[in-house]
């Protein structure tokens, strides 16, 4: 009885270091959350926007709205949530790249379920138009979901800065 005790304890600690959100970025700022369902005694649904700052490109800011779940589910902290994300990123100062990166590399990730869903943004670079362009999906081990957004910033001069050209920073 011991050892199943033993071992109940120790897959209840693997599983909440599991559900431990995984960043890529630094945690995004919560900018405000608004109300969608009224729920009774338990957390309300709400829908969430968040601002992260783009972790290899400084001058670029990424926002996004996300809905939590509320009711028992949201207040434990085991609702999977649903897919549904929306993204806006812009230019916010100059631009200045800190390393060289790959088409598609992850600027971001966030986990949107107890165990198995992570929603991720990941940055590419549109060298004709010399404009970073960034996606947001939300992808599960079995099945992930083909519900996306995308959002583009264009590479503008900053007062007396030139603006880089995002294609000499991708890795080849």
Known sequence: M???????VLAVTALAALAQ?????D???LIFKKSTVW???????????YAVDDPLVDGVACHFTVPEKGGVSGWL??????SD????????GPVTFKAKFEQGEEMFRQRRSFLFKKMRI????DTKRNVLVYLVYSDKI??????????TVPIMPWGEAEAPRCADWLSR
């Open 2 to 8: 011991q050892s199943f005790l033993g071992a109940a």
């Open 21 to 25: 959100p995984a960043v890529s970025a």
């Open 27 to 29: 945690e995004p700022d």
């Open 39 to 49: 729920k009774f005694l338990t957390p309300d649904h709400k829908l969430a926007t």
């Open 77 to 82: 902290g085991v609702a999977e949530e649903v």
């Open 85 to 92: 994300i929306s993204l806006a990123c812009r230019q916010v």
């Open 122 to 125: 990941v940055r590419g670079c």
């Open 142 to 151: 079995i099945e992930g979901s083909p519900k996306n957004s995308t959002s």
